[in-house]
Structure formats: structure tokens, C-alpha cells
């Protein structure tokens, strides 16, 4: 069976698991580690995602990939698994992504060229609220291709309620830290 074939069906095995949880699986990769594979999944919400919320998903798909139906996706090759949230780096391309990156400094590739720096004021499923050089701008979803989160160390308004938004960057760094250590 082709490898896509098998990370989609994977996808439709674990994704309503974790939309059971409350999460969006943002990412699902396979990797062969030797005699085994590694799945590694990627999760986020509304509001960033808490490593007490990724051990709980963690044992949901655990259960998951334990069950028959995972051993065609797999291989039958045992398994170790991986959940973390996204970090800094993750692009921003879907409507969740920005509105997710509220408050933060960003750059932006523009569909007709060049980018636009600004900071994300709000978003909704049709554009992005930019503030560019003081002023509020509206762009589209379909005039920007992908965003990137600008990393700040002294970020205008940190300690705010806002600021479980700034562990979101954290993400890519727990990845040890945060992986269910699982085998199947």
C-alpha cells in the first residue's frame, strides 16, 4: 500500500479522536525509525493547548492505534508516538492559524508579491486585521499565502491574559517533553 494511502487512512482513523477532544489535528507524519515507526501528531485549540490536554489526547490515540483498524495504516509495525502543539515556526495558512495568532507580530507573503509586517488584530474565516505601521488593514485569506510568526522577546503587552497565547511558541520545544513515550 502506498505510503499516502496510509497516512490518510491513519488521518481518518485518529482525527475524530481528537476532535472528540476538543483539538485540531494540525499535522500527522509516520516516519520509519528502524523496525518501528514513529506517528507523529500534531494538535492545537483556541487558546493554545495544555500538556495536561496532550497527555489526555496522547492515551486517546494510543487506544487508537492499539485497535485493529491501525494495524493495515502501520503495517503492523509497532509504533511510538508523538503529540505535541505546533511551535513558532508553524506557517500560518488557515483562518485558525491567524485568529490563533492574535496579538502577535507578523510577516505575511502576499499573492500578488511581496509581504506585509504587521501585528494580527483580529481574523475571521474571510480576512486578517493587520495593524501596519499604526494603521488597521484588512486583507483577505485568498490575497495572503502563508504568515510567520515573528518570535519577540519583549512583546507590547506580555503578562496580559493574552500571554497563554505566547506559550504557543513552546510547542516545537516540548516535543520531548510532551510525547506520550508510548510503544505499540
Do not use: N
Not at 69 to 79: K, N
Not at 103 to 116: C, F, M
Not at 147 to 154: D, I, L, N, P, T
Request: proline share 5%; charged share 35%.
Amino acid at each position: 500500500m502506498p505510503r499516502g494511502a496510509r497516512t490518510d487512512d491513519l488521518r481518518d482513523l485518529l482525527e475524530p479522536v481528537v476532535a472528540g477532544s476538543g483539538l485540531d489535528l494540525e499535522e500527522l507524519a509516520v516516519t520509519p525509525a528502524g523496525k518501528r515507526r514513529v506517528v507523529r501528531v500534531v494538535v492545537d485549540q483556541d487558546g493554545g493547548v495544555s500538556l495536561d490536554t496532550v497527555a489526555e489526547v496522547s492515551q486517546r490515540l494510543s487506544a487508537a492505534l492499539d485497535a485493529p483498524e491501525a494495524d493495515r495504516a502501520l503495517g503492523g509495525a509497532p509504533y511510538v508516538l508523538e503529540v505535541t502543539s505546533p511551535g513558532v515556526d508553524r506557517p500560518l495558512t488557515e483562518a485558525r492559524h491567524w485568529r490563533r495568532a492574535r496579538t502577535r507580530l507578523v510577516v505575511a507573503d502576499l499573492v500578488e508579491g511581496g509581504e506585509v509586517t504587521g501585528r494580527v488584530l483580529a481574523a475571521d474565516d474571510e480576512g486578517v486585521d493587520l495593524e501596519v505601521d499604526g494603521e488597521p488593514r484588512r486583507y483577505a485569506l485568498a490575497d495572503l499565502r502563508r504568515g510567520r510568526v515573528q518570535v519577540e522577546f519583549s512583546r507590547p503587552g506580555a503578562g496580559d491574559e493574552d500571554e497563554v497565547d505566547g506559550l504557543d511558541g513552546l510547542g516545537g520545544a516540548l516535543d520531548g517533553a510532551a510525547q506520550d513515550g508510548t510503544e505499540g
